[in-house]
């Protein structure tokens, strides 16, 4: 099912129309990707949950996050310059 933009817009108000839309994938995007990245850390640092992170989980997070959105920029790059070819 696609959506159509209405035939009675203007140049302007179909641009940004688009426009919104873009931001709206795009912040989408960002949600699933924090969504990914909080679920992969956990796991992989947090081995016995309790109500605080100790230290070397909190260090553990904060390296993962970094990786992860690390590498998801590579694949982003990687995509883009093949799309380009």
């Not at 909190?58 to 590498?71: G, K």
Request: hydrophobic letters at 35%; glycine letters at 4%; charged letters at 15%.
């Amino acid at each position: 099912m696609s959506a159509q933009i209405p035939d009675n817009l203007t140049p302007q108000q179909e641009a940004q129309v688009i426009a919104n839309v873009q931001q709206q994938v795009q912040a989408a995007a960002l949600q699933e990707l924090m969504q990914k990245v909080t679920s992969t850390c956990f796991k992989k640092c947090v081995t016995n949950p309790s109500s605080k992170l100790g230290s070397s989980e909190q260090s553990c997070i904060a390296r993962c996050q970094d990786r992860y959105i690390d590498v998801m920029g590579a694949v982003s790059q990687a995509m883009m310059s093949r799309g380009n070819q």
